[in-house]
Nanobody, 126 residues
Framework: QVQLVESGGGLVQAGGSLRLSCAASGRTFSSYNMGWFRQAPGKEREFVAVIRGGLGMTNYADSVKGRFTVSRTNAKNTVYLQMNSLNAEDTAVYYC???????????????????WGQGTQVTVST
């Protein structure tokens, strides 16, 4: 089981930016596919972005493409989500998650991620 801890959430005005971080345990972090998901009140958890283990390929939900960027620093066991041009629809609890099967790509389903962080709240004010 991979331990994940998110940070960086907060309150931001519409049009602003935030960067989320997720610190992970595990000696083989570089091989994990690392995903970001979000869940708004009353809604199901949804895929936001994922970065592949090893090759570093990325994949995004259409709703965030061009605004959000996922990246990783394997030496620090950390994955990031840079969020720009935020709007009210981006308000949610954001979770990072680990998938330990780098042979599967792209991986976007909640069920394919077995390790989850506790989440960090992002609130966009209008």
């Amino acid at each position: 089981q991979v331990q994940l801890v998110e940070s960086g959430g907060g309150l931001v005005q519409a049009g602003g930016s935030l960067r989320l971080s997720c610190a992970a345990s595990g000696r083989t972090f570089s091989s994990y596919n690392m995903g970001w998901f979000r869940q708004a009140p009353g809604k199901e958890r949804e895929f936001v972005a994922v970065i592949r283990g090893g090759l570093g390929m990325t994949n995004y939900a259409d709703s965030v493409k061009g605004r959000f960027t996922v990246s990783r620093t394997n030496a620090k066991n950390t994955v990031y989500l840079q969020m720009n041009s935020l709007n009210a629809e981006d308000t949610a609890v954001y979770y990072c998650a680990a998938n330990q099967d780098p042979g599967v790509w792209p991986v976007r389903d909640v069920a394919d991620f077995k390790s989850w962080g506790q989440g960090t709240q992002v609130t966009v004010s209008t």
